[in-house]
């Protein structure tokens, strides 16, 4: 119990966070409303009801149908501004989030809206819960490289305000390889790269994200265990996996928190750290993530605590003497 309210008070960073993830089913309806949008969910205990996924794909339909509300600037403001406000209650002082520009392009939505509205949220939250906010543009690798070319290109005029970009949705059938040539060209902009590798998709795409696209952190990398000579490799080098275990029970990756592989990738020496992924939809924030697991996981102590808070800034992105600060 002790360690539970240490877990809670803790500072922390937040590596692994989707923005649109965090958008509450009422801030969903209100948004609606506003916008004059007809969902295809009666009202906010129907949308709830539809929060039981089979895999990612299941979560991944209701996840685009929710962002469909966001239109206008103030939308995009408001939604980064109610995840910031919850996560400064967790004590995260530090958080990187990823959005996903192609959800709202593609509904017309202007690029200049999607990040100025985020940066807007950003801004008053390191002014006014002290919050340092990063934001890194994830691509959808369901969509061609092609079509993450002409995104990343559209969001290079506002190339100071994400320092960094990710790959995410449907993973099975979509290789990290495929994009082999966006990562290249987001290299050249001095951007940031990581991307989700090993939740569903096989050890290979572990691989190829490292290898290919050179991504600098895996998002989940679970799957690493089922090969061993990539977990030896993914020790060697320190790279951070962002795992976010009730995003892997709600999706079914494990059958319940108890059998989470954690405390085998923190044997292996492996850089973890603990995330919520989609806040919103996976039933709950940070702290819920720290809490839950270890009260399903007795055999991990104060120590393996300690390390994955440690690796959460020591895997952030931050220059190196703000990093001195935290660690
Ligand atoms: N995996 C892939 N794509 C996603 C996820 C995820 O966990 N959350 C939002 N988009
Ligand atoms: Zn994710």
Known sequence: AHLLSLLRAAPKAELHIHIEGSLEPELIFELARRNGIVLPYANVEALRAAYAFTDLQSFLDVYYAGASVLITEADFDAMAWAYFERAARDNVVHCEIFFDPQTHTAR?????????????????????????VRLILCFLRHLSEDDALATLEA?????????????DSSERGHPPEKFERVFARAREQGLHLVAHAGEEGPPAYIWSALDTLRVERIDHGVRCVEDPELVARLARERVPLTVCPLSNV???????????????????????TINSDDPAYFGGYLNDNFVQLFESLPQLTAHDAYTMLRNSFEGSFVDDEDKALWV
């Not at 940066?119 to 340092?132: H, N, T, Y």
């Not at 108890?258 to 020496?269: D, E, M, V």
């Open 108 to 132: 017309g939505i202007d690029m200049g809206v999607v990040i100025r509205g985020l940066d807007r949220a950003a801004k008053r939250a390191e002014a006014e819960l002290g919050l340092s």
């Open 155 to 167: 969001a290079l005029p506002y190339r100071d305000k994400f320092i960094g970009v990710g790959l």
């Open 250 to 272: 709600k999706l079914c990756v494990f059958d319940d928190l108890g059998k989470h592989n954690l405390p085998a990738l923190l044997a292996a020496g492996l850089r973890v």
